[in-house]
C-alpha cells in the first residue's frame, strides 16, 4: 500500500523559510517520480519540484532559486525546503508518487498516489 504523508506547513511572513517533509511508503524511490504540487484557492494544482527516479531534481521556474528538493538519509523522507518565501506561495503543498516518464513529471494529472496536503501561508 502506498502512503505519502506530508507534514511542515504553517504561518509564516514573507521572506521566511520552512522545510516541509513527505514520508513515502511503499514504493522504491529508484522507480518513481516524487514530487511537490501545491493549488492555491481558485487556481490550479501546479508543479513545484520533483526528484526523478532518486537521481536528478526539477523545479518550477517560479521557485527556482528558492525551493530545494531533497531526500533524507532515514526512512523514505523527502523535503522541500523553502527559502525566501513570497506571499504567492500560499497554497496546500502536496507530495505525490508515480512511475512517470520525465517529459511528464510537471502533470499532476498523470499521478496515481497523493498525500493529504499541509497548508502553506505567507503573509506579506
Known amino acids: 500500500q502506498v502512503q505519502l504523508v506530508e507534514s511542515g506547513g504553517g504561518l509564516v511572513q514573507a521572506g521566511d523559510s520552512l522545510r516541509l517533509s513527505c514520508v513515502v511508503s511503499?514504493?522504491?524511490?529508484?522507480?518513481?517520480?516524487i514530487s511537490w504540487f501545491r493549488q492555491a484557492p481558485g487556481k490550479e494544482r501546479e508543479f513545484v519540484a520533483a526528484?526523478?527516479?532518486?537521481?536528478?531534481?526539477y523545479y518550477a521556474d517560479s521557485v527556482k532559486g528558492r525551493f530545494t528538493m531533497s531526500r533524507g538519509d532515514v526512512r523514505n523522507t523527502v523535503y522541500l525546503q523553502m527559502d525566501t518565501l513570497k506571499p504567492e506561495d500560499t497554497a496546500v503543498y502536496y507530495c505525490?508518487?508515480?512511475?512517470?516518464?520525465?517529459?511528464?513529471?510537471?502533470?499532476?494529472?498523470?499521478?496515481?498516489?497523493w498525500g493529504q496536503g499541509t497548508q502553506v501561508t505567507v503573509s506579506s
Open positions: 511503499g514504493i522504491t524511490f529508484n522507480g518513481y517520480a
Open positions: 526528484l526523478f527516479r532518486n537521481a536528478n531534481t
Open positions: 505525490a508518487a508515480d512511475r512517470a516518464i520525465l517529459s511528464s513529471i510537471r502533470n499532476p494529472s498523470l499521478y496515481d498516489f
